[in-house]
C-alpha cells in the first residue's frame, strides 16, 4: 500500500536555524500536502502543493514537490520557539483507482531550543 | 468561519466499556472524516462520509467501532466494548468536496485503562 516515510523523526534545534525535512514515499504522488500539530490541537495546513517541481512559501516555510513525484521537502528558515511542533506530510491514497482520502506520515518532531 | 468542533476533548474509561465522541464539521463542507492517531504516529483514517453517506470505512474495526451521520451534518464515533489499545487521540476533519486541505478538529483523547 502507499505509506510515507519522513524523516529525521526528530529534531533539536537552536533558535535562528534554519531546518529541513523531507518526505518519501514508493508510489508517485500527484499531490503533497504539509500539515503541523501543536500539544492539544489537531494538524493544520501549512502549504498544498499540486505539481512536480513546484516551489511554494508560506511566510518563513518552504515546501517542495519533488519533481520524481515520490517525494517532498518542507524547509524552515531563521527558526522562533513557536515552530515547536510535529510537522507531518499527507498525500492523497488511492482505493479502486480515485483518490479517496489523505494518508499521513508518521510525523517529524521538532524541538527549538532558545 | 467556525472550526470543526468536537466532544470531548478527553475521556477515560475502563476497558470494557463504551464511550461515544461526538463531531460538527465545518458548515457546508461535504466530506467529514474521522482518524485516529495513536501516540508517536501520524493521523490514520478509520470512516470517511459523504453527506449521510459512507464513502470508506474499511479500516474500521467494526466488531467494536461504528460511526453515523444521519443528516450530513454532524457525526458521531462509537466504541463499544474498549480496549486498551483504543487509547488515542481521535480526530475528525472535515472538506470540501473534492480538495484535500482537510481541517481538522482538536481531537478527543481517549484513554482506557
Known amino acids: 500500500g502507499q505509506q510515507l516515510n519522513q524523516s529525521p523523526q526528530s529534531m533539536f534545534i537552536q533558535e535562528g536555524e534554519d531546518v529541513s525535512m523531507n518526505c518519501t514515499s514508493s508510489?508517485?504522488?500527484?499531490?503533497w500536502l504539509w500539515y503541523k500539530q501543536e500539544p492539544g490541537e489537531g494538524p493544520v495546513l501549512l502549504i498544498a502543493?499540486?505539481?512536480?517541481?513546484e516551489l511554494t512559501s508560506n511566510g518563513r516555510l518552504t515546501a517542495q514537490f519533488g519533481i520524481t513525484r515520490k517525494d517532498s521537502f518542507l524547509n524552515i528558515s531563521a527558526s522562533i520557539p513557536s515552530d515547536v511542533g510535529i510537522y507531518f506530510c499527507a498525500g492523497p491514497l488511492f482505493r479502486d483507482g480515485s483518490a479517496r482520502q489523505l494518508t499521513f506520515g508518521s510525523g517529524t518532531q521538532l524541538t527549538v531550543l532558545p | 468561519e467556525a472550526g470543526v468542533a468536537q466532544s470531548p476533548r478527553y475521556k477515560i474509561i475502563e476497558k470494557r466499556q463504551s464511550v461515544a465522541f461526538w463531531c460538527n464539521p465545518i458548515?457546508?463542507?461535504?466530506?467529514l472524516y474521522w482518524y485516529q492517531q495513536i501516540l508517536g504516529q501520524g493521523p490514520k483514517l478509520l470512516i470517511q462520509f459523504q453527506n449521510n453517506g459512507v464513502v470508506d470505512d474499511s479500516q474500521l474495526p467494526k466488531d467494536r467501532f461504528s460511526a453515523e451521520r444521519l443528516k450530513g451534518v454532524d457525526s458521531t464515533l462509537k466504541i463499544q466494548p474498549a480496549k486498551l489499545e483504543d487509547s488515542a487521540v481521535y480526530l475528525c476533519a472535515s472538506s470540501s468536496t473534492g480538495r484535500f486541505g482537510y481541517t481538522f478538529g482538536s481531537g478527543t483523547r481517549l484513554t482506557v485503562v
Open positions: 502543493l499540486y505539481k512536480a517541481g
Open positions: 508510489s508517485i504522488f500527484n499531490t
Open positions: 458548515s457546508g463542507h461535504a466530506t
